[in-house]
């Protein structure tokens, strides 16, 4: 019963914790320009990575958690490695581009650029896709630290059967 409530108590802070991670990756930036109209919009969509976590956290890092507890090593910077790349290998194998003929730009930091041309990326797309997987490995990585330390305080030791000595005894 006990690491039954620790997982589940880590699973929802693991969850909880996305809308913060996205309102701080966009919203700081966003408050250092001067722009706070934008923060109403990024807060309003910032439930969505909690929606995006929730397989990850059910079908990795639960697992991962408890093949590590079973093994004897479960530690903080694994769990983070796994979360970074569990989070950030979907978006890493999509690759930039898209089919011949197609062609995109966005804005990269405050320049308008091309992304693709003709289907192939450009050295801004591909700049851009990096920053795609380290924005969601920094998700990841966030969420399995979360996870980590409450597991770590859930199934810490118990002492309520402990009883506290006289003073002067010891």
Do not use: C
Request: proline share 7%; net charge positive; hydrophobic share 55%.
């Amino acid at each position: 019963m006990r690491k039954f409530t620790a997982i589940l108590i880590s699973s929802l802070a693991a969850i909880a914790v996305q809308p913060f991670v996205f309102i701080a990756s966009f919203g700081i930036p966003l408050a250092i320009a001067g722009d706070l109209s934008s923060l109403a919009d990024v807060a309003r969509y910032s439930f969505f990575p909690a929606l995006f976590a929730i397989p990850f956290v059910l079908f990795v890092g639960i697992p991962a958690t408890l093949i590590l507890v079973h093994f004897g090593k479960l530690r903080w910077w694994l769990l983070a490695f796994i979360g970074f790349i569990a989070a950030a290998a979907p978006i890493a194998f999509s690759g930039p581009g898209g089919s011949p003929g197609y062609s995109s730009g966005g804005n990269w930091h405050g320049k308008y650029v091309d992304l693709v041309i003709n289907g192939e990326p450009t050295l801004y797309g591909w700049l851009n896709h990096l920053e795609s997987i380290f924005f969601f490995g920094l998700h990841g990585l966030v969420g399995a630290t979360v996870f980590y330390v409450l597991w770590r305080r859930s199934m810490g030791p118990n002492n309520s059967f402990k009883p506290n000595p006289l003073r002067g005894s010891a």
